[in-house]
């Protein structure tokens, strides 16, 4: 009797531990509870890039410090920018067309003129 009641004890607690079980992961894949872990998740990733930037940053700022310790440049120095570089324009194909017709009209090499007399 006492092996009959055992089993039937045992049973009834696996029973229950896996109703809970399985109740827990169809509640955890609700439409709901997984809209909370995406944001949680969203917010977490949020966080960290946060987190990266500032690290980067503040590399960024102790490097520009080491460099300007070597070469010599002090927080207190005025800098100006260089003067601004003049764009040199690109000649286009018709540009180029309209100064070989005024070369050629302004020192002609040959007559062109196939009216003329050989």
């Known amino acids: ?3 009959r009641t055992f089993w ?3 049973g009834a607690a696996a029973g229950v ?3 809970t079980k399985v109740n827990r992961k169809l509640n955890q894949l609700t439409p709901e509870s997984l809209a909370v872990r995406a944001a949680d998740k ?3 990733t949020g966080h960290r890039l946060k987190d990266f930037a500032l690290d980067i940053k503040s590399g960024m700022a102790q490097r520009e ?3 300007n310790d070597v070469l010599g440049i002090g927080e207190g120095e005025v800098r100006e920018l260089p ?4 764009l040199v324009a690109i000649e286009t ?6 100064k070989q ?3 050629k009209e302004q020192n002609p090499k040959h007559s062109y003129n196939r009216n003329e007399d050989h």
């Open 65 to 67: 410090a080491e460099l």
């Open 1 to 3: 009797m006492f092996r």
């Open 101 to 103: 017709q005024y070369s």
């Open 93 to 98: 194909a018709q540009e180029r067309y309209r």
């Open 42 to 44: 969203a917010v977490e």
């Open 83 to 86: 003067a601004q570089r003049r």
């Open 8 to 10: 039937f004890t045992a």
């Open 17 to 19: 531990w896996a109703t």
